[in-house]
């Protein structure tokens, strides 16, 4: 047995030296049918070995190199597990790295804290108590109007600037961030921006509540038109 495992341990160390590095490979086309075209193996490492090739670097495993090549190289499968899982938790600490850093740049420091607290101070009237003969009512009714009027306008003003504000939340609030692995292969993935989703979602409301007063102005409006009405008939009789 001692024996066997020293032939093992010489044939490992002889593949180990017989492959001198770089190693010109030319078109290498591996099990899983992935061509590189001038392709030459710069490295190896537990997992697999390291090329360049006409589109760039890869990496690729054992396990799909062509068997003539990979029995160029020693194999440690537990090796390979340990490292494979370094890499995982490494790159998934990266990933959250670049995912905070996004995130961090779509959400400048000392953005407007107005944009997510309630400051406008629109409010519609109630409608004043009326004294006095029809003429004092109707000028108060008129004023009362007025104010009614330029509430409403303010209320528009804040209409537009929150369904703006909302927009540009929105469309700011994903990102596309595209990682390249150390196989070569690239994925693309959406990162969101949860604050601005937030605050989209503020601005939007308000718009909403700015709007609401706008309706209810309206219709005190109609009312104290009619009532306006009302009292010049009284005054005519």
């Known amino acids: ?137 109707i000028a108060a009714l008129n004023a009362y109007i007025s104010r009614l009027e330029d509430g409403i306008s303010k209320a528009s003003n804040t209409v537009m600037d929150a369904n703006a504000k909302a927009a540009k939340y929105a469309s700011s609030a994903t990102t596309s961030v595209t990682r390249s692995n150390a196989y070569g292969d690239s994925t693309t993935h959406d990162v969101v921006n949860q604050t601005r989703l937030n605050r989209a979602e503020f601005q939007r409301k308000r718009a909403e509540r700015e709007q609401a007063k706008i309706v209810e102005a309206q219709r005190l409006i109609v009312d104290a038109k009619s009532q306006i009405e009302t009292l010049k008939r009284q005054i005519k009789e």
Not at 5 to 10: D, G, Q, R
Not at 63 to 73: M, Q, S, T, V, W
Not at 95 to 112: F, S
Not at 118 to 127: F, G, H
């Open 1 to 137: 047995m001692k024996f066997i495992a020293w032939l093992l341990l010489a044939a490992t160390a002889a593949a180990a030296e017989a492959v001198k590095l770089p190693l010109d490979v030319g078109t290498l086309k591996t099990r899983d049918g992935k061509v590189y075209e001038g392709a030459k193996v710069t490295g190896n490492d537990a997992v697999g070995v390291k090329i360049t090739h006409a589109g760039g670097v890869a990496r690729i495993e054992y396990a799909r190199l062509p068997k003539d090549l990979a029995a160029k190289f020693p194999r440690d499968r537990e090796a390979a597990k340990e490292q494979l899982a370094k890499e995982a938790k490494d790159e998934a600490a990266h990933d959250r790295a670049v995912d905070k850093a996004v995130v961090e740049k779509k959400t400048p420091a000392g953005e407007a804290d107005s944009d997510t607290s309630d400051t406008d101070n629109t409010v519609v009237e109630a409608k004043p108590v009326l004294q006095g003969n029809p003429e004092v009512k």
